[in-house]
């Protein structure tokens, strides 16, 4: 069956740092439309989705509950609000989590975190998923991809803030890259200047 082309840009950059964090806040991201699991995944045995319960703390003074899903824009926060979101089921399929939402956000349903694992040619942890194979797969569904690949690179901090911020405005999130764990797939879905003028701020 093909794919409706209802995404505008799929952008893939590769980011040094830790492009965002969502820790603490586990349990309110599972209250707040997560994408379904298929009824036959296993999700109780590995990947963030097994993580027990008993680990969520509701008034946790060091991890407030922020309500990511219905945040929004405002004079110093650029958000994509009503994100739904999805925590990987296997060690190696951060890629395909954050692929998965990216394409849930664009009307795109009908695959699966194992259905893009497979797409994308996702290795065994702790090898996971390369760039090259994630922008390959994404070019078979008619979508407008544009990557690190394609000589889209920054270099200064603020250009990285415009790039992102822009994209944010225009309903984008981004998929990036970083070293922590060993290389870790994730969306940029808002970005906040905390009223400063430093570009070192804190994106979701």
Wanted: proline share 5%; aromatic share 8%; glycine share 4%.
């Amino acid at each position: 069956m093909k794919l409706r082309n209802t995404i505008s840009k799929a952008l893939l950059v590769m980011s040094l740092a830790s492009a965002f964090t969502m820790s603490g806040v586990v349990s309110n991201i599972l209250a707040n439309n997560p994408i379904p699991y298929p009824a036959d995944l296993d999700t109780k045995t590995e990947g963030a989705s097994s993580a027990p319960a008993m680990m969520n703390h509701k008034n946790s003074p060091y991890y407030p509950r922020l309500d990511f899903y219905n945040m929004k824009s405002n004079d110093h926060l650029t958000m994509i609000s009503h994100y739904r979101t999805y925590q990987q089921s296997r060690e190696n399929t951060c890629a395909p989590a954050a692929v998965l939402i990216v394409l849930y956000h664009n009307g795109i349903t009908n695959l699966t975190e194992m259905d893009l694992a497979k797409g994308m040619n996702t290795q065994l942890y702790p090898i996971g998923t390369n760039k090259k194979d994630m922008v390959n797969y994404l070019k078979t569904l008619d979508l407008d991809v544009q990557s690190s690949l394609d000589g889209k690179t920054f270099d200064t901090y603020e250009s990285f803030q415009a790039f992102v911020v822009d994209n944010l405005k225009d309903n984008t999130p981004i998929l990036v890259e970083n070293v922590e764990w060993g290389g870790h797939w994730r969306a940029i879905i808002g970005y906040d200047t905390m009223g400063t003028d430093t570009p070192h701020r804190v994106t979701a």
